[in-house]
Each structure stands twice: as C-alpha cells, then as structure tokens.
C-alpha cells in the first residue's frame, strides 16, 4: 500500500486550511469499490422497485410527499441530498420543538446523540420502516450518483462535523455509507465519540473483505429487526 501525504481542501468557515491525511491507495479503493456499489445498487433497485413502489404509496396516505430529502455532507465536503422514505409527520420541525422544550431528558439525548430513542416524530407506517431499514432504499440512488458508497461513515449534518475533531480528515476522505461500523455495532446505544472512532477505523481498514462482512452484518440485522 502506497503510502504519501493527500490534501483535502475545506471549505468550511471553521477551518479554511487544507488539511494532510495518509495517502491510502489500492485496487479496490480507488477503483474496485465503486464499481461494486454501482453494480449492485441496480441490481437490487430492480429487484426491488414493487417493494418500494408499494411503499411510496403507503407513505402518501397522510397527504406528504413519500420521501425526505435531507442535505448531508459527503466526501470531500460536497453536500448532497441524502434520501429516505419519509417516515416522520409533515410538522416534524415543530413537533420536535414542542417535545424537546417540554422534555429535559429528551433534549439532553439529542444534544448527546442527535437522535431519540423514543421520537414523537415518527408515524406508524415510519416505525416499521425504520425497525426493518426499509426507510434508507431510496439511498440506492446516492449510491449510483456518486454520494454514497454501500459501505462508509453514516452520512452526518454540517453541524454534526464539529463532533469528528481530528478525525474530520478521515469521514471527509470517504463516501458516506447506506451502512457501516456504526449500523451494525448498536446504533442509538453506543455514543456519539464511539461512532466517530468506528469511522476513523473503518477509514484505515477499508478493503473488499472488510465491506463484505459488514453486508452480511447489516442483512443479520435487517433479518431480526433490529434497526433504529
């Protein structure tokens, strides 16, 4: 593995210098990996557009739009839309205020987390889709774009990067990820430090193997429901 210097330009308010990471390069790094993520992103958006064609009009029945855009910033800090089945109200924004303002323990958890184990958020239709991960197939589009890669960092907010400190260089080194280390090792239970530590890992590990795994990982749990 060829080993040099790479730098990466930010253009980020909070940090406008350019920023010095190990040059890691190899086969399937450079080239391998996103022609497998191209490849088997239209091979299962084939197979399944019903499925997901059944759940934009399920998604519908409350009088919003079927999936949510939210902007996430990706590789070489480019944001881009991050695609979901929406699986929250249409006053989300408002709901979680109102929650939030009401709950301390609530609000402590999302300072901590930026999520909630119990989201007032979310519809019905929203929970199955969020237990069985069925809500992040539109991500399949990120991933055939260019966005995303199968297997990286979860794709975080401009507000969240402050939280990477020194490993900021390694999450914006790499495509975010439709799954990853995090998605797999316990999601909401483990800590907002843990997860980035699991990116800073799986920058220095990233291979074929060590994706495939993770795959595998991430269907086990899909299989058992065991999503957010």
């Known amino acids: 593995m060829k080993l040099g210097k790479v730098q990466l330009p930010l253009t980020d308010s909070r940090c406008m210098e350019a920023i010095v990471l190990p040059e890691r390069t190899g086969f399937y790094r450079s080239v391998g990996k996103r022609g497998f993520d191209v490849s088997l992103s239209i091979l299962i958006l084939v197979a399944m557009l019903p499925i997901m064609l059944l759940l934009m009009i399920i998604t519908m029945l409350d009088g919003g739009p079927p999936v949510f855009a939210h902007e996430r910033v990706g590789k070489g800090h480019q944001r881009f839309k991050c695609l979901k089945f929406r699986t929250m109200r249409v006053d989300a924004d408002v709901a979680l205020k109102e929650y939030l303002a009401d709950n301390p323990a609530a609000r402590k958890e999302w300072e901590e987390h930026h999520k909630l184990s119990k989201d007032p958020r979310v519809t019905s239709i929203g929970r199955f889709l969020r237990r069985t991960s ?11 774009s260019g966005d995303m890669s199968f297997v990286g960092p979860r794709p975080v907010t401009d507000e969240e990067l402050g939280r990477y400190g020194a490993h900021l260089p390694k999450y914006l080194a790499l495509r975010p990820g439709v799954t990853g280390l ?12 843990e997860r980035v530590k699991m990116d800073a890992a799986y ?20 299989f058992q429901c065991r999503g957010r």
């Not at 069925?134 to 055939?144: A, C, F, H, K």
């Open 203 to 222: 920058f220095y590990g990233l291979s074929f193997l060590g994706d495939l795994g993770l795959m595998l990982k991430t269907c086990l749990v899909v």
């Open 134 to 144: 069925l809500d992040e197939l539109p991500q399949l589009l990120n991933v055939i």
């Open 182 to 193: 995090w998605q797999v090792n316990g999601r909401g239970r483990v800590s907002y430090e």
